[in-house]
Structures are given as structure tokens and as C-alpha cells.
């Protein structure tokens, strides 16, 4: 299993940019798929972007594409999401989380599927 530690969390307005980090340790890195996900109060947590052991296919939920990109850095060992055009409902803790990377086609984004994870950052954008 990878450690994971996210950074980047903060106050911005509406319409305004964050960038999250999320830095591995381990020497496997480069064969986990990577993921973000965010937790708002009273929700469930839910998933935002994915990307694939190698970078190559990303995944992103409805309400944030466009919006969101999400990229890794093997050299750094260290995933982003940079955020833009944020808007209030974008307001929740975001967790990175990991895996081995699963063989094939088959990538699936239920949060079941990741078994490391951070502790969280806490976004919060105002109106």
C-alpha cells in the first residue's frame, strides 16, 4: 500500500482555482491508478476523477468536467486535480486515493475498488 498526504485545500470564491497535490510514498506508484473523491456534509462520499496507472485515460463525474483536470506526476510520485470555476457546491473534503492498477479494460470508481487513502483536505468556496 501506497501513504498518501493531500494538500492544497482553502478558502476561494466562486469562480475561482484551486490546485490539489497528493504525494505518494512508495515505489510502486507508478502501478497504481490514482483517484479523487470529496465528502460534503450529510453526503455521501462521492467520486470526481480517476486516472490510470499510466496516465494515459482519465474519468471524471458529470458535474466536474470541463472544470476539473486531473494528472500525475510519476517522477514526483504525486497526483493533482487542479480545480477551476469552482462553485459552492464543489464545497466538501477531497480524498486521493489509490490501487494497484486492475488489468484490462475494466475500471471501475466506486470507492470499494481504492484501498489507500488520504486524510482529506477541506475545500470551501464561497458565494
Known amino acids: 500500500q501506497v501513504q498518501l498526504v493531500e494538500s492544497g485545500g482553502g478558502l476561494v470564491q466562486a469562480g475561482g482555482s484551486l490546485r490539489l497535490s497528493c504525494a505518494a510514498s512508495?515505489?510502486?506508484?507508478?502501478?497504481?491508478?490514482m483517484a479523487w473523491f470529496r465528502q460534503a456534509p450529510g453526503k455521501e462520499r462521492e467520486f470526481v476523477a480517476a486516472l490510470n496507472s499510466n496516465g494515459a485515460s482519465t474519468y471524471y463525474v458529470e458535474s466536474v468536467k470541463g472544470r476539473f483536470t486531473i494528472s500525475r506526476d510519476s517522477a514526483k510520485n504525486t497526483v493533482y486535480l487542479q480545480m477551476n470555476n469552482l462553485k459552492p457546491e464543489d464545497t466538501a473534503v477531497y480524498y486521493c486515493?489509490?490501487?494497484?492498477?486492475?488489468?484490462?479494460?475494466?475500471?471501475?470508481?466506486?470507492?470499494?475498488?481504492?484501498?489507500?487513502w488520504g486524510q482529506g483536505t477541506q475545500v470551501t468556496v464561497s458565494s
Open positions: 486515493a489509490g490501487r494497484l492498477a486492475y488489468d484490462g479494460s475494466w475500471f471501475p470508481h466506486g470507492a470499494a475498488h481504492f484501498g489507500s
Open positions: 512508495g515505489r510502486t506508484f507508478s502501478s497504481y491508478d
